[in-house]
């Protein structure tokens, strides 16, 4: 059988690459459509993974369960409604990562369901166990990525949307909390609820929910 631990971090990595590319893309699409030539004039409208990745944050969600990307730079002036276009340009990047999930549960039905005896019979290194393995991987760190970007916390995707819904004053107050979000982010990591962080917290149930529904749609428990 697969020694599953080394299986991970071979079929996790471009599963990771994937998803991180495009999430980062998704955002410079939506923000070229709306007006935005920033993301395009630096490069970043493109499927090359080294435009993207920030190593530190790939190395955090490989082993620590969630990371990040090289923001993508947006200039919310370009846009006829600021707030909209920064509350579109945000959201998109989650959605990139439910839609990945989803097309990740249809490659895991055809891997698991076509060759389903082979995932079965014992035998050591199939072409179809690494597959469905992938695309297991595949659809967990999609997850990972859509919850932990709708974190409304700055200068996370959610914290986006949710200023657009603000007032004035609103907005002011929120935009002070930005050049602490790091330090909240890190103080959110910290272990106090038994062994779990609240990042861990927020993140546990609604990602093993998800990931479940998405494999049971593919026959897969």
């Known amino acids: 059988m697969l020694d599953l631990n080394l299986t991970r971090i071979l079929l996790t990595i471009p599963a990771l690459i994937i998803a991180l590319t495009l999430h980062e893309l998704s ?46 730079p947006v200039n919310p002036y370009a846009f006829k409604n600021r707030d909209k276009g920064m509350a579109l340009v945000a959201i998109a990047g989650p959605l990139s990562n439910l839609v990945m999930a989803l097309l990740g549960g249809i490659g895991l039905m055809i891997s698991y369901h076509f060759f389903q005896s082979a995932v079965y019979t014992g035998t050591s290194y199939t072409v179809h166990e690494y597959l469905t393995y992938f695309w297991m991987y595949f659809i967990q760190i999609n997850v990972v990525l859509m919850i932990f970007n709708l974190i409304p916390v700055p200068p996370l995707d959610g914290s986006r949307v949710v200023r657009a819904f603000l007032s004035t004053d609103g907005k002011i107050r929120y935009d002070r909390i930005e050049q602490f979000g790091m330090f909240i982010m890190m103080a959110m990591c910290l272990p106090i609820f038994g062994g779990y962080s609240i990042i861990g917290f927020i993140l546990t149930k609604p990602v093993s929910a998800i990931s479940k529904f998405i494999y049971s749609l593919a026959g897969l428990m």
């Not at 955002?27 to 070229?32: I, T």
């Not at 993301?39 to 990745?53: V, Y």
């Open 27 to 72: 955002h410079g699409w939506v923000a070229y459509r709306l007006g935005d030539t920033t993301a395009k004039s630096q490069g970043r409208l493109s499927l090359n993974p080294l435009k993207h990745i920030d190593p530190l944050g790939a190395l955090f969600l490989l082993i620590v369960g969630f990371g990040w990307a090289k923001p993508v």
